[in-house]
């Protein structure tokens, strides 16, 4: 009996052990986070990419975890400053994927950075949404990396079919020596033929360069009825200011690259009357009551505004994109395998993010037409949409 | 035709009269220690981006101008009293070596201190350009280039006339012999210091409305100021000036009529070709050792 007894007692006690660690083991389960990987250009040349898009993603993941999280699970950002260096970024995404054991990543604020990402990604299967512009980010198709934000081309194409509209034909090009300028000067020059374009003219200057006006004279010299400059950083400002300088008073259009407030302060009264296309987030106020982009781009801006103390910037849009497309793929596929989720971006409609409304395809991993993009012109010292 | 050259040189001047107020903070530290400082680029930076957040806080110009010229001196000087000074009977070698360290330094404080982004300083007398036979001239080009005409002759009155320039000069000369008679050599590297940031900051407060001013400013402008101290002879004031508006104009016209994508690679193939064919520089010392 007494034996029996103490037999009974073992049995039960480690049946509640066992139990115990299987009810712990659950729980823990429950909670494991889903990880959100990220490497972003938080410092460096790039850091006006970065640093708006690691305050988003911050942001974001805080909200949603204070609103009960994704598939009952809470998220864990793990972000990385790749300060601009493409070296570090591909460091930094075999680090997410190797030691952090990341579920997606969203991040590469530059095309650079992103490229550099890619073949780990793809390597791995890893589900990567880009932040960078380019359009060799999803041109070929790659299929595990997506992109948010429009792209050089579609920049080019709303710029021309601006220009056409104005019944101008001639353009010169003055074009910065980074990865994005770059890209953006050859995918305009791609494209100009058939918009009926003609370049008349092509410069370019440094990153570094504090004076274009070398530049800028060449181009007063030339036929051209429009000047277009692809850069961002502090480039465009400076050519926007040597421009009024050296007197020229042709219609000049920047990229989407210079789509900040920042770009307006810094180019001064010169930045009057200078285009360019941008995302709706940017003019939130100004769209229309019916526009579809309105609550969204408005929600963001306001929460980013509140929380930050700084204009918003089209780059922590994208960023905001990257996430609830991720964050909605996983909801879609109802788990956090990577496949599935993977398949869940690709089958994105209708998602209607800051960029523009996002319809994804096995063909097309950015899901954006040039409706997403809008004209602006700056007028006194503030966007305006030109009509 | 006539007018676009106009155009080149003008900008190469303004460009080149930054760069000679830069190689004159080197060759005054170069003197006195016999090092290049190469966180004279970073004395620009700093000038410039106090200057923008001095006006921030309501300051008017000038004063936000002035303050933030001070404020780089002091940090010139805490370089020297911190950095420099405990290290001083080492070798040049090393007394570079910490100067990049302090770049590096200076550069991470700065965006602790501000932040990562461009700011701009409000031109000094309006953006209005001059028209000047047919090419166009900021009022702010000439507030740079009047800037560094006053800190030349200002320091040519400072070495020539004051005793304690001429203590530096003798220090530059001769160390040894200079505190023999009584030179007191520290007080000199410390002035230097306190010298070269002045200058620096000038440079960063004249040209901010132009260029803009980041924390990373400093990189470019100290390389392109150094190429400048090299050609015109590191050491040579006269040199610093004339190095610095010759690698102006040869870049300003360099992107006219060359190309503009090779507007950087001009100032370091000057370095190259400066530390291959005259290594003392066109105004440098022709030392001749003596056996």
């Not at chain 2, 050491?235 to 190095?243: I, M, N, R």
Request: hydrophobic share 50%.
């Amino acid at each position: 009996m007494n034996d029996s007894s103490r037999y009974f007692k073992g049995a039960r006690l480690a049946a509640l052990t066992l139990a115990a660690t299987l009810s712990t083991a659950t729980a823990v389960q429950a909670q494991e986070p889903i990880r959100i990987g990220s490497f972003l250009s938080v410092t460096g040349p790039a850091a006006f990419l970065g640093d708006p898009e690691q305050k988003t993603l911050e942001m974001v993941v805080e909200r949603i975890n204070a609103e009960g999280g994704v598939l009952g699970r809470k998220l864990q950002l793990i972000a990385y400053d790749d300060s601009g260096d493409a070296e570090k970024a591909r460091t930094f995404a075999k680090r997410l994927i190797e030691q952090d054991k990341v579920d997606v990543i969203v991040g590469g604020s530059t095309t650079g950075a992103t490229m550099a990402a890619v073949p780990i990604a793809e390597q791995a299967g890893m589900p990567f949404v880009s932040l960078a512009g380019a359009v060799v980010i999803v041109e070929p198709v790659k299929k595990w990396v997506f992109k948010t934000p429009h792209t050089d081309r579609m920049a080019c194409e709303k710029i021309f079919v601006d220009l056409q509209s104005r019944k101008l034909s001639k353009v010169a090009m003055i074009s910065g020596s980074g990865g994005f300028d770059k890209s953006m000067h050859a995918e305009c020059l791609k494209v100009a033929s058939k918009y009926g374009i003609e370049i008349v003219a092509e410069e370019t200057y440094g990153a570094a360069d504090t004076d274009m006006t070398a530049q800028l004279t060449k181009i007063r010299a030339s036929s051209a009825q429009a000047v277009l400059n692809a850069g961002f950083g502090q480039g465009p400002a400076i050519v926007t200011r040597n421009y009024r300088q050296v007197g020229l008073t042709l219609p000049l259009y920047q990229s989407h690259g210079v789509a900040s407030k920042e770009y307006i302060k810094l180019s001064g009264p010169a930045a009057e009357g200078v285009r360019l296309p941008a995302a709706a987030l940017l003019v939130a106020d100004l769209l229309p009551a019916g526009d579809a982009q309105k609550p969204v781009v408005t929600a963001y801006r306001n929460s980013f505004e509140q929380k930050y103390k700084t204009d918003v910037s089209t780059f922590g849009g994208h960023a905001y994109d990257g996430l609830m497309l991720v964050v909605n793929a996983m909801k879609q596929a109802g788990s956090t395998d990577k496949a599935k989720v993977r398949d869940a971006l690709e089958a994105t409609k209708g998602y209607v993010g800051t960029a523009g409304v996002v319809n994804m395809s096995a063909a097309d991993h950015m899901g954006l037409d040039l409706s997403a993009f809008r004209m602006l012109e700056v007028k006194d010292g503030n966007w305006s949409l030109v009509k | 035709m006539g007018s676009q050259w106009v155009q080149f040189v003008a900008s190469g001047l303004t460009a080149g009269a930054i760069y000679a107020l830069v190689a004159l903070g080197f060759s005054i530290v170069y003197n006195a220690s016999g090092a290049i400082n190469f966180a004279q680029g970073e004395f620009v930076m700093v000038g410039g981006m106090s200057a923008v957040s001095l006006l921030a806080t309501g300051l008017p110009l000038p004063a936000a101008v002035l303050l933030a010229v001070a404020a780089a001196v002091i940090v010139g000087l805490a370089v020297e009293k911190l950095a420099i000074e405990p290290a001083r009977h080492a070798g040049t070698v090393t007394l570079i070596i910490i100067t990049i360290g302090v770049s590096l330094f200076l550069r991470g404080l700065a965006q602790l201190v501000w932040d990562k982004r461009v700011h701009a300083l409000p031109a000094f007398s309006g953006d209005q350009p001059i028209h000047l036979f047919g090419a166009t001239l900021l009022p702010q080009s000439l507030w740079v280039l009047a800037g560094a005409g006053l800190a030349v002759a200002g320091l040519s009155w400072f070495f020539g006339r004051t005793l304690f320039g001429k203590a530096m000069l003798a220090t530059s000369y001769n160390p040894l012999a200079a505190r023999l008679v009584g030179v007191n050599t520290r007080t000199v590297l410390l002035a230097s210091f306190g010298l070269a940031a002045l200058l620096g900051a000038l440079g960063g407060v004249l040209t901010a409305p132009i260029t803009f001013t980041a924390y990373d400013t400093g990189i470019m402008l100290g390389l392109k100021g150094f190429a400048a101290a090299m050609l015109g002879g590191l050491g040579s004031f006269s040199g610093a000036v004339l190095g610095g508006l010759l690698l102006g104009l040869a870049e300003g016209l360099g992107a006219g009529f060359i190309s503009s994508a090779y507007k950087d690679v001009i100032a370091f193939v000057i370095i190259l070709a400066v530390l291959f064919f005259l290594p003392g520089g066109l105004r440098g010392a022709r030392r001749t050792e003596r056996v």
